[in-house]
T-cell receptor
């Protein structure tokens, strides 16, 4: 069975801290890995990673994929209260197969 | 571009009633996916549709649940004879093709009382 596991499940940090969120996957026919941020409503797209070792960056957020060890990390530097959300990781598979999501990491950033 | 539109945002049903959830995909997107999310859980896949076709319904319970995506109009997720365990947030997503990332709607929160 295809599986995506995220850790930790929840995390509380202070503003200004740096956090690393983990995502490991065990799937057949892996194509790419995606990160989403979910606040109160719709998950919003952050990154899609297809190649190993190439960091993607967007402001204070960055992510990298390791296809040999089957994991990805999402880093957030200088966290702000607006970063508080659930961060979802999903594996995209080849063919007409829907995304497989992990349970998410709930990040709380306190002032 | 209005994005993926879901309605209603909130739906309250008594046990035994029917729930109809609607999803209009983004313009130009012909692939629609329905996911269910329970508190403290990730998104669980239910069904994947293209216009007039169900591509994968492996995540949808065989009884009481059905989905369609007609040639004209929104995709509908229908739950008959709802039970308390159906209470959840139901998200719809759309994409241009199965190779692209998804755009999600804001979800419908179903509460069964």
């Amino acid at each position: 069975e295809d599986k995506v596991v995220q850790s930790p499940l929840s995390l509380v940090v202070h503003e200004g801290d740096t956090v690393t969120l983990n995502c490991s996957y065990e799937v057949t026919n892996f194509r790419s890995l995606l990160w989403y941020k979910q606040e109160k409503k719709a998950p919003t797209f952050l990154f899609m990673l297809t190649s190993s070792g190439i960091e993607k960056k967007s402001g204070r957020l960055s992510s990298i994929l390791d296809k040999k060890e089957l994991f990805s990390i999402l880093n957030i530097t200088a966290t702000q209260t607006g970063d508080s959300a659930v961060y979802l990781c999903a594996a995209s598979l080849s063919g007409n197969t829907p995304l497989v999501f992990g349970k998410g990491t709930r990040l709380s950033v306190i002032a | 571009n209005a994005g993926v539109m879901q309605n209603p945002r909130h739906l309250v049903r008594r046990r035994g009633q029917e729930a109809r959830l609607r999803c209009s995909p983004m313009k130009g997107h012909s692939h629609v996916y329905w996911y269910r999310q329970l508190p403290e859980e990730g998104l669980k896949f239910m069904v994947y549709l293209q216009k007039e076709n169900i591509i994968d319904e492996s995540g949808m319970p065989k009884e009481r649940f059905s989905a369609e995506f007609p040639k004209e109009g929104p995709s509908i997720l229908r739950i008959q004879q709802v039970v308390r365990g159906d209470s959840a947030a139901y998200f719809c997503a759309s994409s241009q093709s199965s190779n692209y990332g998804y755009t999600f709607g804001s979800g419908t929160r179903l509460t069964v009382v």
